[in-house]
T-cell receptor, first 113, second 115 residues
Framework: KQEVTQIPAALSVPEGENLVLNCSFT??????LQWFRQDPGKGLTSLLL???SQREQTSGRLNASLDKSSGRSTLYIAASQPGDSATYLC????????????WGLGTSLAVNP | NAGVMQNPRHLVRRRGQEARLRCSPM?????VYWYRQLPEEGLKFMVY????????ESGMPKERFSAEFPKEGPSILRIQQVVRGDSAAYFC?????????????FGEGSWLTVV
């Protein structure tokens, strides 16, 4: 049974820092892995989707990597800004599982000005 | 191109009443998914539907919950005889086809409070 864990659960950093959010999964037979952002009382915004055949994806100040053999993904945020404050969720698509995403509990990020 | 539209955004129901949550997928999307986010818990898959078909309902509670995606109109998640434990955020997502190369798009969610 696939389980997704995110560490740390909460993170508070000063503006401008580079930071890394971690996501681990127990079953390496994942298809894709996706990172989302959730603001309080809001929906889910897709940040990056890493397909099974890829090792990383980049969008602006965000870079996500995927290492299936070790069961890990990281989300790297460069030069953090107060507007980055949100909860970051990773979700795994299990192979052959009809898009039944398995979610971590998220990392709550606060970037202080 | 409007995103995934969910309504109502917030819904308050008394115990025993019915709750109906609606989801209009993005234009051109024929696949709809419902997820539930309970307080202090992660998101959990509930059901996956295509037009007029339930493809996977393995995450749906056995009783009181049902979902549909008719040929015309939005997808509906229906909760009968609500209890306090049903209080949660319910998220709908859609995608154009079953293609793992494409992301799925989420709505803003419907927050159900049972009093």
């Amino acid at each position: 049974k696939q389980e997704v864990t995110q560490i740390p659960a909460a993170l508070s950093v000063p503006e401008g820092e580079n930071l890394v959010l971690n996501c681990s999964f127990t079953d390496s037979a994942i298809y894709n892995l996706q990172w989302f952002r959730q603001d309080p009382g809001k929906g889910l915004t897709s940040l990056l989707l890493i397909q099974s055949s890829q090792r990383e994806q980049t969008s602006g100040r965000l870079n996500a990597s995927l290492d299936k053999s070790s069961g890990r993904s990281t989300l790297y945020i460069a030069a953090s800004q107060p507007g980055d404050s949100a909860t970051y969720l990773c979700a795994a698509y299990n192979a052959g599982n009809n898009r039944k995403l398995i979610w971590g509990l998220g990392t709550s990020l606060a970037v202080n000005p | 191109n409007a995103g995934v539209m969910q309504n109502p955004r917030h819904l308050v129901r008394r115990r025993g009443q019915e709750a109906r949550l609606r989801c209009s997928p993005m234009k051109g999307h024929s696949h709809v998914y419902w997820y539930r986010q309970l307080p202090e818990e992660g998101l959990k898959f509930m059901v996956y539907l295509q037009k007029e078909n339930i493809i996977d309902e393995s995450g749906m509670p056995k009783e009181r919950f049902s979902a549909e995606f008719p040929k015309e109109g939005p997808s509906i998640l229906r909760i009968q005889q609500v209890v306090r434990g049903d209080s949660a955020a319910y998220f709908c997502a859609s995608s154009p086809r079953l293609d793992f190369g494409n992301t799925i798009y989420f709505g803003e969610g419907s927050w159900l409070t049972v009093v």
